[in-house]
Nanobody
Framework: QVQMVESGGDSVQAGGSLRLSCVVSGYTARTLSMAWFRQAPGNAREGVAAISTGGVRTFYADSVKGRFTISRDDAKATLYLQMNSLKPEDAAMYYC????????????????????RGQGTQVTVTS
């Protein structure tokens, strides 16, 4: 049974940094396209960043470009999200997700693309 388990969420002050991790089990991670999504109360789930197999291509929401970096270590079956210069509007539940294959170009940050999802890790940013 495939599982994705996130960790690294915490409460930080604005301007601070966090690194989220997501461990994949029960599946061959290197075959998966993966992504991070977030959802704040009352808001729709938002695609934050995505990464192709082998880490060749990355995709970012405009709101996080230049501040967040997605990466993967297939030897450890782990997906990462380095978040720098955090803002109060970055506060949300963050979820990792995976798709066995390569999404169409326009769908990398679309939640319905990903059939495997974790349970989330909470990020709080205080001003």
């Amino acid at each position: 049974q495939v599982q994705m388990v996130e960790s690294g969420g915490d409460s930080v002050q604005a301007g601070g940094s966090l690194r989220l991790s997501c461990v994949v089990s029960g599946y061959t991670a290197r075959t998966l396209s993966m992504a991070w999504f977030r959802q704040a109360p009352g808001n729709a789930r938002e695609g934050v960043a995505a990464i192709s197999t082998g880490g060749v291509r990355t995709f970012y929401a405009d709101s996080v470009k230049g501040r967040f970096t997605i990466s993967r270590d297939d030897a450890k079956a782990t997906l990462y999200l380095q978040m720098n210069s955090l803002k109060p509007e970055d506060a949300a539940m963050y979820y990792c997700a995976a798709h066995d294959g390569t999404p169409w170009t326009a769908y990398w940050l679309v939640a319905s693309t990903y059939e495997i999802r974790g349970q989330g890790t909470q990020v709080t940013v205080t001003s």
